[in-house]
């Protein structure tokens, strides 16, 4: 069995752990009287739900913990039947050592999954545990409550970590039944809420259509943008894992699924202006020979808005010809986009005053590109550069003091 860990999530889990301070904020939250036990959600469950107990229900308990001592995960775990119309399931993590995991199966999954379908989909709530995903969704939400705002890098990090947790759970549920087609009706039933049997759907078949609509979001116009991603990605990734031979083979064909998971615009425009924010703020912020992290910290915001990894991305644009790429990149986007002329030449001024600081060599570069590039007049460049300074100018401490 090939491993269930995909790189670049396990990546992406330790980076954003380490964004967030994670083991301070843990130690914090532990020593201080902030409820994080999963008291209230225990109750409600007792209260509501049926928790399944091998004397009133031992084919299913039996099924249940079979999956979870066949992927070898010894935490303890609740599971329990909600009666809901709605084909789902989901996982909370104990908060507190020693205490159970809870996993609920709503009813409608339970009438429409086969006994190995059902295997599937307990061994992908059970992958979360095991993968840490819902400790760190805790510790996210902890960080970031309801109502507040992530950074726009790190909302694109997040959302990339939780796609990626999905895949990575889905291979878990793979693991529990080892079985592709199984894997593939469980989704198709999830999706449709139709019982597979009614239809005679065929696996082959299934997979080709989905080829189809795959096509779409890796080649087309199509972006996945939820939590989980769209089905056409997840039946192709666990396909892969499935009837791949090697991690090598595995890792090489998932590249395409993952660029487009990391995708996060459709529009030409965007690929072009990703260049022109990387190339200007590379020039601009190395005019005056003194780069500081007030500039470089300003091109990777805006860079973000273009790009998960905007540092790699800058980087990587700064191993080619920067001159070049800058004026390709303006000239293409104002062939598609003429009026985008005023917002370009304004991000290129708010680089140069990003330090509370210019001297005349970065003024005659803007009046250079201003007129040259963008084709405004001298005027008119001093008017754009008028208005910049007195919105957004303050002289440094250091220069005041």
């Known amino acids: 069995m090939l491993n269930p860990k995909i790189e670049l999530n396990q990546h992406l889990t330790e980076q954003i752990y380490a964004a967030l301070h994670g083991q301070l904020v843990e130690k914090i939250i532990s020593l201080s009287s902030y409820d994080q036990s999963s008291h209230g959600l225990r109750s409600a469950m007792e209260g509501h739900s049926f928790k399944v107990e091998k004397r009133l229900m031992s084919h299913l308990h039996d099924l249940l913990y079979g999956v979870k001592e066949k992927l070898g995960f010894n935490d303890p775990v609740d599971f329990y039947i909600t009666g809901n119309s709605t084909v789902n399931a989901w996982t909370i993590a104990a908060a507190r050592e020693g205490e159970p995991h809870i996993v609920n199966i709503n009813s409608a999954l339970i009438n429409l999954m086969t006994d190995d379908e059902l295997r599937f989909v307990v061994g992908h709530e059970l992958g979360h ?137 459709n529009d030409e425009v965007d690929y072009f202006l990703g260049f022109f924010v990387a190339t200007a703020g590379l020039i601009a912020i190395n005019i005056d020979g003194n780069v500081t992290d007030e500039e470089v910290e300003r091109v990777l915001n805006n860079l973000s808005s273009f790009h998960i990894f905007p540092r790699q991305f800058l980087e990587d644009v700064s191993q080619q010809d920067v001159v070049k790429i800058f004026h390709s990149s303006i000239e293409e986007v104002l062939k598609r986009r003429p009026d985008m002329r005023d917002a370009m030449l304004s991000y290129v001024i708010s680089l140069i005053l990003a330090d509370s600081s210019f001297n005349e060599q970065e003024v005659d570069f803007i009046f250079d590109i201003g007129e040259k590039a963008f084709g405004f007049s001298t005027k008119e460049v001093a008017d754009r550069m008028a208005v910049a300074i007195q919105q957004n100018f303050i002289p440094s401490y250091e220069a005041i003091c």
């Open 129 to 265: 545990l095991m993968n840490k995903d819902v400790e760190m969704l805790r510790l996210i939400g902890f960080v970031f409550p309801q109502g507040s705002v992530p950074p726009l890098v790190l909302q694109y990090k997040i959302r990339l970590w939780e796609q990626l947790s999905e895949l990575t759970a889905d291979r878990y549920g793979y693991m529990a039944v080892e079985n592709l087609e199984s894997c593939l009706s469980a989704f198709f039933k999830m999706t449709s809420g139709l019982d597979i049997t009614r239809i005679n759907m065929q696996v082959d078949a299934y997979l080709e259509e989905n080829l189809k609509h795959l096509e779409y979001f890796i080649k087309d116009k199509g972006l996945s943008r939820d939590t989980h991603p769209v089905n056409p990605i997840r039946v192709q990734s666990l396909n892969l894992y499935a009837t791949c031979q090697s991690e090598e083979e595995l890792n090489e064909k998932m590249g395409e699924i993952i660029g487009a998971l990391m995708k996060l615009s």
